[in-house]
C-alpha cells in the first residue's frame, strides 16, 4: 500500500478525544482540544498497526536516564511508555496493550530538521497538532493537539517569544509568512529512528509484572480502585478510553466523521475571524474626523472616506484619507502648491497627491475588537423590534431609511483529507447577518448611534459641502456609515 493511500483513509479527529499538553498557562480559547491526560493519540504507519506515531506526550527536563528517575517519573504521570530525548524524557500512557511499535511524533519531526522549530501540522477534522523543538531537534515541552482556532492563537506566541525558530506546516490561510510546507504525509516519511521509540516502563516485581499483563481497560478501573476514585471519575477515564479505541478503529477503517461537530468547529474559526459588533469604531473615528481640517492652505476639503481592515485577533485598523480638490482659479487668488500644503501638514496626518489636481490627508486609527460571540447574539425579531424601533425614532434626519435583510453566514465547509467537503448536516442552524447602511448629517448621526445601534462597522464616508443650508436632513457634514449586523437565527 502507498502512502498516500493509507493517509486518505484516515478519519477525522472527534472533538474530545484529542489529548495535549501545554508547557505554559495558555487562555481557555488557545487550550488543547482536551487538558492532557497523558492517553496518547495514535496515528499507524500500517494497515495491520503494527508501527505508529505517537502524539500527546509530555516532556519532562531529564538529568539522568536510569530505571528509578524513569519509574519516578512515570509513576507521577501514570506513564506506561517512555523515550530518551536526550536532554529531555518524554512520557505517555497507552490503554491498551499491544506489540506494536510507536515513535513520538516530536522526536521525529526533530531527527528530521536538527533546528529550531514550531510545528503546525493538519491533523483533519479542524484539528492540529502543534510542537516545539530547539537547536538540534529536542522537543521542548509542547506537544499537543488543537482546534484550529486554538493553534493559530498558540502559534503566533510561539514566534513572538522564538522569531528565529523554522515554521513547519500545512495549514491554509493562516497569513504566516516564512512558512516551510510540511504535514502528516511528510513526517510519516522520515525514518523511524530506534532512538524515536517508545519503550515500555518497567515493574520489576511479581505484582507490577501481572499488572503490565493486565488488559488496558481493566487498568484504567483497577488503579482507580486502589486510589480510592473508583467512581464519576473512573467512569471519565473508561469513557476516555473507549474514545481512544474507537478513534484508532476509525482512523483504520476509514469511518464517517462526525459532521456536526465539524461543521460547528468550520463556524467558530468563521466567528473568530469577524469583529463583535461595537460602537467603539465609530466613537474612534469620529474624534479622528473631528481633526480634519475643512480647509489644506486654499484647499477645499470635500470628502473623508475611513475603510476598515481585517479583524486581527483583538483590532480592527482603519485606514482613513481626507481628499482635497484644486481651488476654482476664477477668484484670481493664487493656488497652494503642493510644496506649499507638504509644509503644512496637519500633526497625526500624512500628504499624499494625485499630482496637480487632488491631494489628500492620509491617517490610520487603530479600534480595539474582540471576535463575534455566537452564543451571544440577539434573535432576529430582536432586531425587528428594538434596533427597528431605534432608528424610526431619527426617520426625520435620515436620508433613506434602512432596510433590514438577513441571510445566513457563509461557512467554509470542513473537508476530508482528500479535499472534498463534508455536507453540512440536516437541521444545521447558522447565525444570519444583514447589511445596514444609516445617511444623515453628522450631528444626527451622533445621536443615532448613541443610542445604542451597534454594527460591525465597515465604511464611514464624511461629505463637506460648505455652501449647504442646514436643515433635519441635509447639513455641510454629511455622513454615511454602513456595516453588518448579526443575529442568531
Known amino acids: 500500500m502507498k502512502l498516500k493511500d493509507l493517509f486518505s483513509k484516515r478519519a477525522k479527529m472527534p472533538p474530545g478525544v484529542a489529548q495535549g499538553r501545554a508547557a505554559s498557562a495558555p487562555s481557555k480559547q488557545a487550550a488543547p482540544l482536551q487538558k492532557g491526560t497523558g492517553v496518547l493519540i495514535l496515528l499507524p504507519l500500517s494497515e495491520d498497526g503494527a508501527r505508529n506515531l505517537a502524539f500527546?506526550?509530555?516532556?519532562?527536563?531529564?538529568?539522568?536516564?536510569?530505571?528509578?528517575?524513569?519509574?519516578?517519573?512515570?509513576?507521577?504521570?501514570?506513564?506506561?511508555?517512555?523515550?530518551?530525548g536526550g536532554s529531555v524524557l518524554g512520557l505517555g500512557r497507552l490503554l491498551t496493550k499491544t506489540k506494536a511499535e510507536y515513535y513520538a511524533a516530536a522526536m521525529v519531526a526533530?531527527?528530521?530538521?536538527?533546528?529550531?522549530?514550531?510545528?503546525?501540522?493538519?491533523?483533519?477534522?479542524?484539528?492540529?497538532w502543534l510542537a516545539q523543538t530547539r537547536g538540534a531537534g529536542v522537543p521542548t515541552g509542547e506537544d499537543g493537539i488543537y482546534s484550529e482556532i486554538a493553534a493559530l492563537e498558540r502559534v503566533r506566541a510561539w514566534r513572538a517569544e522564538n522569531p528565529t525558530a523554522e515554521l513547519y506546516s500545512d495549514l491554509l490561510n493562516t497569513g504566516w509568512d516564512d512558512v516551510k510546507t510540511w504535514g502528516i504525509a511528510e513526517l510519516a516519511s522520515c525514518a523511524m529512528t530506534p532512538n524515536s521509540a517508545l519503550k515500555p516502563v518497567g515493574t520489576g516485581s511479581t505484582i507490577g509484572r501481572m499488572w503490565s499483563d493486565l488488559p488496558g481497560s481493566v487498568k484504567v478501573v483497577g488503579a482507580l480502585a486502589i486510589a480510592g476514585m473508583?467512581?464519576?471519575?473512573?467512569?471519565?477515564?473508561?469513557?476516555?478510553?473507549?474514545?481512544?479505541?474507537?478513534l484508532a478503529k476509525a482512523r483504520a477503517l476509514g469511518l464517517s466523521e462526525d459532521a456536526q461537530a465539524l461543521w460547528q468547529q468550520s463556524l467558530l474559526k468563521e466567528a473568530a475571524a469577524r469583529a463583535a459588533p461595537s460602537g467603539a469604531s465609530w466613537e474612534m473615528l469620529r474624534a479622528s474626523?473631528?481633526?480634519?481640517?475643512?480647509?489644506?492652505?486654499?484647499?477645499?476639503?470635500k470628502t473623508a472616506i475611513?475603510?476598515?481592515?481585517?479583524?486581527?485577533?483583538?483590532?480592527?485598523?482603519?485606514?482613513c484619507d481626507a481628499i482635497y480638490y484644486l481651488p476654482d482659479a476664477s477668484t484670481g487668488k493664487p493656488v497652494a502648491t503642493n510644496a506649499q500644503l507638504l509644509k503644512s501638514v496637519p500633526t497625526g496626518f500624512e500628504a499624499r497627491f494625485v499630482p496637480t489636481k487632488q491631494a489628500s490627508l492620509h491617517w490610520s486609527a487603530s479600534v480595539t475588537a474582540s471576535p463575534l460571540d455566537i452564543k451571544g447574539l440577539v434573535a432576529r425579531q430582536d432586531h425587528t423590534i428594538s434596533t427597528a424601533s431605534r432608528v424610526q425614532t431619527f426617520f426625520p434626519n435620515l436620508a433613506t431609511p434602512p432596510t433590514f435583510s438577513f441571510i445566513a453566514i457563509k461557512v467554509t465547509a470542513p473537508v476530508r483529507p482528500d479535499g472534498t467537503a463534508i455536507a453540512p448536516p440536516a437541521g444545521l442552524k447558522l447565525p444570519t447577518q444583514s447589511p445596514i447602511t444609516l445617511s444623515s448629517p453628522l450631528r444626527a448621526m451622533d445621536k443615532l448611534l448613541s443610542s445604542g445601534i451597534a454594527a460591525d462597522w465597515k465604511k464611514i464616508t464624511l461629505s463637506y459641502a460648505s455652501n449647504t443650508q442646514p436643515n433635519d436632513k441635509t447639513s455641510p457634514h454629511m455622513v454615511e456609515i454602513t456595516g453588518v449586523m448579526y443575529a442568531a437565527d
Not at 473508583?230 to 474507537?246: F, M, P
Not at 474626523?289 to 476639503?301: A, I, S
Open 56 to 84: 500527546g506526550l509530555t516532556w519532562k527536563p531529564l538529568v539522568s536516564f536510569d530505571a528509578k528517575t524513569v519509574q519516578d517519573s512515570a509513576r507521577k504521570l501514570s506513564a506506561t511508555h517512555v523515550v530518551n
Open 110 to 128: 526533530g531527527h528530521a530538521h536538527r533546528s529550531a522549530a514550531i510545528y503546525a501540522l493538519s491533523l483533519g477534522g479542524g484539528s492540529v
Open 230 to 246: 473508583l467512581g464519576s471519575i473512573a467512569w471519565d477515564e473508561w469513557q476516555k478510553y473507549q474514545n481512544v479505541q474507537r
Open 289 to 301: 474626523l473631528g481633526r480634519v481640517p475643512t480647509k489644506w492652505e486654499n484647499w477645499p476639503l
Open 306 to 319: 475611513c475603510t476598515a481592515g481585517v479583524f486581527a485577533g483583538d483590532k480592527v485598523v482603519w485606514q
